[in-house]
């Protein structure tokens, strides 16, 4: 009865490969967001979605992919791994359709190393 | 745009006092405060919206100054629990209807006995 839930927790891959880290949600949340934390424990946006639909996407490179095939899934793909793309990745929902104002509930993390 | 935090760190004995404060450029819609604990996911501890709000459960309470867009995290009586990591962060709108929320680089706090 999880109520962010995201797989897989910990992913070990070589530099070039691609992967997919995926989110489910039960909480009947709207929005969905991909955050990156790196090593210096820095908490960055990636992705927003309400709805399936993206409202928000910083600058990521577009290695990085993110797909919400309904709004309780935001999954993202990660093409050509980076050295620098090692680091925690959480994935959060919030109720309503980020007008502000809203908790973000943060699933357990994906620890990602890229060797 | 980041809000700043301060301190960047801080050591407390246990039933000491703790201030966080955070600040932002940018006006704001509402300021949230979450803590995480080493290898753990962040937690929500409270939100305040703007009208210059106080909120607090148990001994942990922050302020809002809309007006200065600061918000401020006390810590009272501190526990071992406490300790980790707190994050503010600040909701300003993005366009199209939508409000961003930016993090701060964190503060951490440790409590010993």
């Known amino acids: 009865d999880t109520a962010v839930s995201q797989t897989p927790k910990y992913l070990v891959t070589q530099m070039g490969n691609d992967k997919s880290i995926k989110c489910e949600q039960n909480?009947?949340?709207?929005?969905m967001y991909w955050y990156k934390q790196d090593s210096k424990k820095f908490l960055k946006i990636m992705f927003s979605y309400n709805n399936k639909e993206l409202i928000i996407n910083e600058t990521v490179p577009n290695r990085f992919s993110p797909k919400s095939p309904d709004k309780a899934h935001l999954n993202l793909h990660i093409n050509s791994l980076e050295l620098g793309d090692s680091a925690v990745y959480f994935c959060?929902?919030?109720?309503?359709?980020?007008?502000?104002?809203?908790?973000?509930?943060f699933g357990p993390g994906t620890r990602l190393l890229v060797l | 745009q980041q809000p700043v935090q301060s301190p960047q760190a801080v050591i407390l004995r246990e039933g000491e006092d703790a201030v966080i404060n955070c600040s932002s450029s940018?006006?704001?819609?509402?300021v949230h405060w979450y803590r995480q604990k080493h290898g753990e996911a962040p937690v929500f501890l409270m939100i305040l919206l703007k009208g210059g709000e106080q909120k607090g459960h148990d001994k942990i309470s922050a302020s809002f100054n809309e007006k200065k867009q600061q918000s401020s995290l006390y810590l009272t009586a501190s526990q071992l629990s406490y300790s980790g990591t707190y994050f503010c962060g600040t909701d300003a709108y993005s366009g199209a209807g939508s409000y961003q929320l930016t993090f701060g680089k964190g503060t951490k706090l440790s409590v010993i006995p």
């Open positions: 959060a929902s919030s109720p309503g359709t980020s007008g502000g104002g809203e908790t973000q509930y």
């Open positions: 909480l009947g949340h709207d929005t």
């Open positions: 940018k006006a704001l819609y509402s």
